[in-house]
């Protein structure tokens, strides 16, 4: 098996402003594994809160050894057994191989995976931190075109700011339900304040409310909180999973934190039963970033699949979104296409 390699640049159509930042592009690195004639392909992006790097993913990707495999069954396979790679390296090394696998196999990548139908979730859209009227126009322009999960971004110096901004939103979308997500902004006694006005605006769950670092926190918040915690930041791993089962009612699995689709299914069969439900994340990347959590999506309470709806081009095609709805291809292996040849590519 040979593998290439390619970065692009992504521009999100407009900046996106979380409480630690505020990102307008990144970069991603697009695996491509070719095996007797068939192409595979995954995808990686750069992230500065997780440490990735485009010159850091090209060079992992650069240094792998493929040709000590007869196919990409078995690559799979070792895989599994864990690389000395980062999560979100492994993650697109999945993806590429699953492709292929695929499409050796003639079945869309859920069925190889046990799903007898091809998932369709309604994924969450997400509202950054903006102005109250911009936040309110978006809002209304959503639910029009079908988006029932808003998730809103919080996290400002001033809490009363981001309590209008769900306010003027719930006004505009009355029917979606709402997402809320301050990225651990908060202290304890901000949390306990604020998310008792939040349940009042209907608010149907909250991220991450807490600084991550401290999971104990986080289990005692949701203990009593009047609406659903859901850890992101601290749920990276399966450990961190094991901790935080029975403690908060949702972890945030984001395929290129925790490792690839594999790597979500333990944590996904880990939780089956303690309470703690599963919420579908990603990263804002591509369709091809984006597709492996597509095809996974039937087993979450919460889709939040809308990484390739800031995009101001997507470069891929197959999974759909723009009406609120991702959709698992039906075609061999991932089932997206590459839209056209990039002028930017590296």
Known sequence: MKATRRTVRLDLTEPLRISRSTMSARDAVWLTIEHEGLYGHGEAVTSVYYGLH????????AALDLNRFSDPESALEDLREGWDIPPAVAAAVEAALLDLAGKRAGSPVHRLLGAPAAPVAATARTIGITSLTHAAAEARRLAARGFEVIKVK???????????????????????????????AWSVPQAKALLPRYADLGVEAVEQPLAPGDPEALGRLAERSPLPVIADEDAVSLEDARRLAGRVHGVNVKL??????????????LIDGSGTELMLGCLTASTLGLAPAVHLADRARWADLDGHLLLAHDPWTGIGGADGFVRAPDLPGLGVEEVAARADVA
């Open 256 to 269: 290129a934190k925790c490792g690839g689709v594999h790597a979500a299914l333990r944590i996904a069969e």
């Open 154 to 184: 919080a996290g400002t110096p001033d809490p009363e700011d981001d309590v209008e901004r769900v306010r003027v939103i719930r006004d505009a979308a009355p029917a979606a339900r709402l997402l809320l997500d301050p990225n651990g």
């Open 54 to 61: 485009a010159d850091t993913l090209a060079r992992h990707f």
